[in-house]
């Protein structure tokens, strides 16, 4: 009943969400010569650095692509490395929601919860301009993307909604914890290599044991990853343990991010 009332309280603070969010878009490449090229530039030069590493320097592969047929590098590591790059953003811009506003949070009683999410909402604006970039690139290679877009939709979702989870527990831990910013970043590069970003599942297969192999398999950003290469590289969908292991695990962490934040909201303006 709490967290049904958190939520719609939430709600009912959308037009505000809305405005701040207004308020990143406007200021996040202001006065920028390139403007929100930026934001394909990045991922493009990660996969140039680490296709060149991977690719050139250590002779990596990419899959053949079923049924698709295609067989590019580049391709397989921006399957990857644009749904990676959404979720460290979504995470990095929620972790400092808080303690960014702090003149906002002290002087202003409004549901603190809009601040995680109008990061959110504006990541998630920023990341659907690079995969709809990426989808005319497949279509361009010749992957037929089209009738799978619904798929695509929803692992957008999926991932927003878990990183959604993760900010809305970073943001007031960082408030109490000065030190986690530093702490995240250690954090999300270890994550980072045990995602199957830059290197295939079947690459590591008995490799590892078993319990290992099982949670680097089961690893959320796993089971996203792989679904994105499912529907952009492969040109198909993923099994059906996709379609219910990730609303379990997105909507758990999106519940257990609100439970933490309304625990520890209580003494944020203090804090800051």
């Not at 967290?3 to 878009?25: D, I, K, P, Y």
């Not at 943001?171 to 970003?197: E, G, K, N, S």
């Amino acid at each position: 009943m709490v967290l049904l009332n958190q939520v719609r309280r939430v709600t009912a603070s959308r037009e505000l969400v809305w405005n701040l969010c207004l308020r990143e878009l406007r200021a996040k490449y202001r006065r920028s010569f390139l403007g929100w090229t930026w934001s394909l530039l990045n991922p493009l030069t990660v996969v140039l650095t680490y296709g060149f590493v991977f690719g050139v320097v250590l002779g990596a592969t990419a899959p053949l692509g079923t049924p698709s047929g295609l067989q590019n590098f580049a391709l397989y590591l921006l399957t990857g490395v644009l749904p990676w790059g959404f979720f460290t953003l979504t995470t990095g811009q929620g972790l400092i929601a808080l303690s960014s506003n702090a003149g906002l949070v002290r002087k202003v009683a409004f549901p603190r919860e809009a601040l995680v999410l109008s990061q959110s909402l504006f990541c998630l604006i920023q990341h659907s301009i690079e995969m709809l970039v990426l989808n005319v690139m497949m279509l361009a290679f010749g992957v037929n993307v089209l009738p799978h877009l619904p798929t695509t939709l929803f692992l957008i979702v999926m991932n927003c909604l878990f990183a959604t989870g993760i900010g809305f527990i970073l943001a007031p831990t960082t408030v109490y914890f000065r030190d986690l910013p530093y702490l995240w970043q250690v954090v999300t590069q270890i994550y980072f290599f045990m995602t199957p970003v830059i290197y295939t599942a079947d690459a590591i297969k008995d490799k590892v044991p078993d319990a290992i192999s099982a949670v680097l398999k089961w690893n959320p950003m796993a089971v996203i990853t792989r679904g994105f290469r499912h529907t952009l590289y492969d040109g198909g969908s993923p099994p059906l343990s996709t379609f219910l292991y990730l609303p379990a695990v997105a909507f758990g962490m999106l519940a257990a991010g609100l439970f933490v934040f309304r625990r520890l909201d209580r003494r944020i303006a203090e804090e800051l």
